[in-house]
Each structure stands twice: as C-alpha cells, then as structure tokens.
C-alpha cells in the first residue's frame, strides 16, 4: 500500500509552532514539576496510545525516581481526524488500587477521553490521579470537564496538530514537533 500525495506533504504545508528543542525544554520543565509532586508517591505511569507513545518516552528519561510504567489504549478518533464515541481497546495490566496514577496524553483538546480515563483509574480505587499532557489546547472544554491537566508541556490555540505523537489519518506521529496543519487538509 503507498501512501497518498496528500499524507506525504502534510508536513510541508503545516507551520512549526513548536520545534524539538522547545519541546525538550518543555520536556525538562515538566519533568521538574512532576518530580516535585510523584517522587515520593511510587506512582505508575499510565502512556496513553498511541499518541502519547513519544511524549511519554521522553518524559520517562526524565524522572530520576522509582515508577511503574503501563498504558492504556482509549481513543475516540480511530484514525480520523473528528473525535467519536470512546472505544476501550487496552486496560492496564497493573493494579491502579491504593496507587498514584499519572497519566500522561499526547493532547488536551475537548477533554472527553482523559476525562474517561481518570475517572476509570478513580473506579479501580486510584490514591491520586494525576494528568499530564503534552499539548494543552487553549479552547472551551467538552460539557462536563471541569478540570486542566496538572501537568503541561506546550499550550496551542485551537488548531489541528500534528507530530511528536499527534497524527494526521495515524501518519506523522514521528514529527520531531508541533504543526499546524494547513486548512487544505483539515
């Protein structure tokens, strides 16, 4: 299968808000706030996928602390590009019961599926739950979320992004930053 015309030039019609080395600096700042508040705690470290399969690697090498790493699989996008309906596809194999949960998400966008998420860790007796995102979208949440991440890495205006773990139709998660994608492919 090849991919299309359309998916290879994404990237070279998108805007750079974000570069690497802003987003490692985001990284290390992140990492310092979270230190600050988990190192004590023997959190586990819940990767939301596959998005932020990235973030989360580069957030890891960060904590100098003692945590345990699992994921979970939600998404409400299934490879499009408008959010649907949560679908469930992976549990964490780790007991989150009398734990500090922090789970990390690629994106802030509506705010529905870390909603879910965290209100999930808190049914299976979560201590504490913690969010960290990557991009906080600055825009008005989805009914019924009344909470910002703890923890955030880059804040964007209300954009379709792509990189660093962000796809465009599950291409170019492997963008070494934050782009705007251009109103032709949105």
Known sequence: MKVSDKIKEVPNKAECLYDFSQLEKALDKMAVEITH????????VLCVMIGALVPTGHLLTRLRFPLEVDYIHATRYR???RGGDLHWLV?????LKDRTVLIVDDIMDGGLTLSAIMDY???LGAK??????MVNKIRERE?????????????????????FGLDYEEYWRNAPGIYAVATEHQ
Do not use: H
């Open 143 to 163: 009914p019924g979320v009344n909470f910002e991440p703890d923890f955030t890495g880059v804040s964007t205006e209300d954009r379709f992004l792509v990189g």
């Open 37 to 44: 508040k988990l190192e004590n705690e023997n959190p586990v």
């Open 91 to 95: 549990e964490p194999r780790k007991s």
């Open 128 to 133: 504490a739950v913690y969010s960290a995102v």
């Open 79 to 81: 490879g499009a590009i």
């Open 121 to 123: 860790c808190n049914q």
